[in-house]
């Protein structure tokens, strides 16, 4: 197996960092309340007067791949983030 070439390199720390959060509501309420948060945040969330969260978006994991309740561990939300860099994920 070759090294990844300086292009392949560059391309792997310029690229955006994606972000997975999986989430339970107690209840439909709740659901309801993060879910109006979460719909504000995109556009409101800004660093140095710019909004830093490039893409969110979010639904129901009610698909095959989370059709199991131990494999979900009772997950029924997931939101996919992405970002420029590590740094504004942690801000």
Do not use: W
């Amino acid at each position: 197996m070759s090294s990844p070439s300086s292009k392949d390199l560059l391309a792997a720390t310029t690229s955006p960092i994606q972000r997975l959060l999986l989430l339970k509501f107690p209840s439909q309420l709740d659901r309801d309340t993060v879910l109006s948060i979460f719909g504000a945040v995109q556009n409101k969330a800004t660093r140095d007067g710019h909004p830093y969260i490039l893409s969110l978006k979010g639904g129901s994991t009610k698909c095959t791949m989370f059709a199991s309740e131990a494999r979900s561990q009772g997950c029924t939300f997931a939101v996919h983030s992405e970002f420029a860099s590590e740094d504004d994920v942690r801000y």
